[in-house]
């Protein structure tokens, strides 16, 4: 039997992805070990090379820049669809179960916080123009 070069590769490849699957399945997977290894070695190379950092950042700020601007209309009709679809109240709920006692602590310190700053601004318009005179 003659076997194409279309079905060869083919045949390769489902093989190949056989042990990647079978592979990645493993507690000791040769595939993730291979990967979190490279991944630590960029993660150690970034640290010690600030000028590399540097450009990444670069990169990275240059490349949402673009994706913003080209596709900025659509990403925030992308959100905003999924936005509307949220059922409000469960939505609520769910975010008071994951913030839990933070999202209290969050409203009492914003209420302390906003309370100041507005007992500074009313101080500030009724004493200072006594101050200055």
Excluded: C
């Amino acid at each position: 039997m003659n076997l194409t070069a279309k079905q060869y590769g083919g045949d390769i490849w489902s093989s190949l992805k056989v042990f990647i699957i079978e592979d990645i399945k493993l507690p000791e997977s040769k595939i993730l070990t291979g990967i979190a290894d490279a991944l630590t070695a960029i993660s150690n190379g970034l640290m010690q090379n600030a000028s590399v950092r540097s450009k990444l950042n670069q990169k990275v700020e240059n490349l949402i820049s673009f994706m913003v601007e080209k596709h900025g209309d659509r990403i925030v009709g992308l959100i905003s669809d999924k936005i509307r679809k949220w059922d409000l109240k469960k939505t609520s709920q769910i975010m008071e179960l994951e913030v839990g006692k933070d999202l209290q602590y969050i409203r009492i310190s914003g209420t302390v916080v906003g309370g100041s700053v507005g007992l500074i601004i009313y101080a500030l318009f009724v004493y200072l123009p006594a101050l200055i005179h």
